[in-house]
């Protein structure tokens, strides 16, 4: 017996989580969030640089729209820190480049 696969649009049951984005944590875990990329614009239109302040202050912020166990508060931190870095030097790169 085989089973088919259907992946064309339309045909899934449950409708894609829109701002959905995985958070990669040293270990080599990920945990789905949303709404990381919307506070990653804020911040960055807002004039905010990529430190430790900052990265408490998104932790806090995504806490309201996603379950973030207290005891992994420090992890969280550090993976959004570091997804931060990343996002702002992207946004330097391209503001370089003139996009």
Request: hydrophobic share 30%; with cysteine; net charge positive.
């Amino acid at each position: 017996m085989s089973a088919q696969i259907n992946l064309g649009a339309g045909q899934c049951c449950t409708q894609p989580v829109k701002d959905y984005r995985l958070l990669s944590f040293p270990d080599g875990s990920q945990i789905g969030v949303v709404g990381l990329d919307e506070l990653f614009d804020d911040a960055h239109r807002d004039g905010k640089t990529p430190d430790l302040s900052v990265a408490i202050e998104l932790v806090r912020r995504l806490s309201k729209r996603n379950y973030i166990p207290s005891n992994l508060l420090e992890e969280y931190g550090d993976a959004v820190l570091r997804e931060y870095r990343k996002y702002c030097a992207g946004r330097e790169g391209a503001k370089k480049l003139g996009k």
